[in-house]
Structures are given as C-alpha cells and as structure tokens.
C-alpha cells in the first residue's frame, strides 16, 4: 500500500501541465468559486463556534482552582474540533456540489491517456450530482463514525498524537475517494466504486494527503486543491482501471 500512496502523492506533480496542455482550466472555474465560498462560510462559522464549544467544556470544571487553565484548554479543544469537522464537512460539500464539473475533466483525461473511444456509461449532469451527494454522504457519515472515536482519544497524554495522525490519514482516504469517483462514475456502479476504492486505498491515501495538505495554504489553498488533486486522481484512476482491465 505504501507504494499506492506515493504514487498518489507523485501524480500531482505533473497535474499543473496537463491541465494547462488539455486547456482544462475553463472547467474549474465554478468549482474553484464553490470551494472558495464554501471555505469563507465554514471558516466564520468555525470561528465564532469555537468559543462556544470551548465555553461549553470550561463549565465541566466546577472547582475555582485551576478555573483559568481549564478554560483555555477547552478552547483549544473547541478550536481542534471545530477545525476537524469544518475540514470533513468542506471537502464532502466541495465534492458533491462540484462533481458535475470535475466529470468532463476526467473524461478528457481519459481520452487523452487512452484514446477517444467510449467504453463507459454516459451520465447526465442530474445523474453525476445525484451520484457525488450519494457518494459524500455516505462518505461523510462513515467518516464521522471514525473520527469521531478517535478525535476523543487524541486527548489522552503522549499516546494522542497516534490518533491525531490517523485521525489525518482517515480524512485522506476519503478525500481521495471523492476525487477518484469523478471517474469511477463513468465505469461502476455505486457499491462497485466503493469496492475499487478499498482495493486501491493507498491511491486514494496518497491523493488526499496532498488535498489536506493543500487546505493548510491560506487562500491559495482552497482555489487550487480541486483541479490539481482531482487531475492527479483522475490520472490514477484511469491507469488502475486500464491495468484491471488488461490483466
């Protein structure tokens, strides 16, 4: 699997020129506005959520003694939190909502890598938005069912930062899945997509490395993440589809 997630994380570096050699950029724009507003309304609302969440823990502590301390904890929890979900809940809206969009440019890339010929379902923008929200909730719902175990015990002293990371390497993994269905969409079913996904988690580990990591560049971030991580994914996906279907 180690492989798989490199060679995610390697698809991104050649996604800057093919979108520019396939002139795919005209197809990002209303993505990358849907990404950018979505990141403007769930950072404010994170920020203003935060102290509440952290006012919420502080009164956990009925004691006077040590009254300060534990309410700056619980804003540091409240902020971690906050931060957590507003990431999950971002890059599933961001998604679905965008999928439309992010189909024809997997499926240029697709003609580009393999040739022109139709192989694939054909899907109407109804059925690819239909699809993406089914896919990201799903996605979502599964998610939080994770992270939400281990956001807990990522307070525990010492031993936390392990769930911290897997807390990091669980919001990769579906990060990368939402990208890769952009082309699965063309070539499976639901359950299908989801089956390929978990036998290709290390493409889809590696992809959304890359995408979280993105999210951490301000401003820059959020308009760039889709077409470069979806570009990347795309690419992947078509080989690992390919590979399937010659082996």
Known sequence: MIKNIVSGIKAYFGALSLISKL????????????????????????YGLSDNIGAFISKLWIWEWGKDTFTTIGNIIGGLVIIILGLILYKHIIMALSAPFMSPVSEKIEAHLVGSDKTYRITSFTEQLWRAIRINVRNL????LITIPLLILSFIPLIGILF????????SYYAGFGNMDYTLERHYKYKESINF?????????????????????PFIGVILVLPLSVTAASVKTIE???LKKIM
């Open 240 to 242: 690992a589809l390919h």
């Open 197 to 217: 996904v978990k036998r290709h988690r290390g493409l889809a580990i590696g992809n959304g490395i890359v995408f979280i990591l993105f999210l951490l560049i």
């Open 23 to 46: 002139n795919l950029w005209k197809y990002f724009a209303i993505p990358m506005l849907i990404s950018f507003i979505t990141a403007m309304v769930i950072g404010v609302s994170a």
């Open 141 to 144: 719902l599964m998610e939080l």
């Open 164 to 171: 911290t990371i897997l807390i990091f390497f669980v919001q």
